[in-house]
């Protein structure tokens, strides 16, 4: 009998976690006649009691609940590369747990990894609670990587996903990065892809942990990582500063003048190359960070303690 690993990433999620954990065991116990399965919880540092509550999880379904305990906050892609380390599902799957991904859809996920898929990506059509601002930036963040990055990443993919085993052994062992970007991996690894979507429900309670600066630095730092195109920008800086500086020396032949006339165009234009100059050179700097971060090697998260349930019951 094939295995389900469900992996679940929890950070100060005590007002809604257990009506995810009784939706999705609920899902889960429909398909217990044809999979065994397993939930995995990876409590990422919260500092509420998201820990209890998992812990008492743990004690009443021993058999299929285990919680892995971060030793602080380390973040979402941590905490999804934890469960991706430690599943021992022949099929995994990776959810949120305020239940803005559906468990109702596991079973249409598992039904096509029975028809063949490797890789099931879900696609969000529409998120009601997101706000208009963090639609349109959803959006342009993906139509920029594509733009600037050869690996093309499917629009509105979310950290709603599914795979097989032999993808997850390629992905434990061969994309070891410090600096993450796991869905991405998943749409660049090959092997055979499906599509589900699906309409993110409001969420079931709280807020989102991703603030604006959040999300503005994961950006960065996914575009940094999936493409090398923001380090030729000095190749294209460097051209169009030449054909301006040709213009300026037409212009003062055509005028017959030693030097441009106009104090505010030479004011404009020194203006317009020193920012070109220094915003190549946070470009340059912010690889140098991340190239600093994966060779510094520290690990992608630490486990503090795994557990399953009281030993005393066993």
């Known amino acids: 009998m094939e295995k389900l690993s469900i992996i679940v990433s929890v950070y100060n999620e005590e007002a809604g976690i257990r009506r995810f954990y009784e939706v999705c065991a609920g899902v889960l116990a429909s398909l217990s006649v044809s999979y065994e399965y397993e939930i995995i919880f990876i409590n990422d540092g919260s500092s509420d009691k998201s820990g209890e509550i998992l812990r008492d999880f743990a004690d009443r379904d021993r058999e299929h609940v285990r919680v892995i305990e971060f030793s602080k906050n380390f973040g979402h892609e941590a905490a999804m590369t934890a469960g991706l380390d430690y599943a021992l599902g022949d099929i995994l799957i990776f959810l949120d747990s305020d239940l803005q991904h559906p468990p109702r859809l596991i079973p249409e ?25 963090k639609n349109i930036t959803s959006g342009g963040f993906y ?93 294209y800086a460097g051209l169009f500063s030449g054909f301006l500086g040709l ?68």
């Open 109 to 133: 996920i598992v039904e096509k990894m029975e028809a063949g898929a490797d890789i099931i990506n879900m696609v969000r059509t529409k998120n009601s609670t997101a706000g208009l601002i």
């Open 143 to 235: 139509a920029l990587i594509n733009l600037m990055s050869d690996i093309k990443l499917e629009p509105s993919a979310s950290d709603f996903f599914a795979l097989r085993k032999e993808v997850a052994e390629v992905l434990r062992h061969s994309y070891r990065e410090k600096v993450r970007f796991l869905r991405g991996y998943v749409q660049n690894v090959g092997f055979k892809k499906e599509t589900i979507e699906f309409e993110a429900p409001p969420r079931v309670a709280g807020k989102s942990h991703y603030s604006i600066k959040k999300l503005f630095r994961f950006s960065i730092d996914t575009i940094l990582c999936f493409s090398n195109m923001p380090l030729k920008l000095g190749i």
């Open 247 to 314: 213009l300026l020396i037409v212009y003062t032949l055509l005028t017959r003048q030693g030097a441009p006339s106009g104090y505010a165009t030479i004011i404009i234009v020194l203006c317009f190359m020193f920012a070109m100059l220094f915003v190549i050179l946070g470009i340059i700097g912010e690889y140098i960070a991340i190239l600093f971060a994966e060779l510094k090697d520290r690990p992608i998260y630490i486990v503090r303690d795994i557990y399953e349930g009281k030993k005393e019951d066993r």
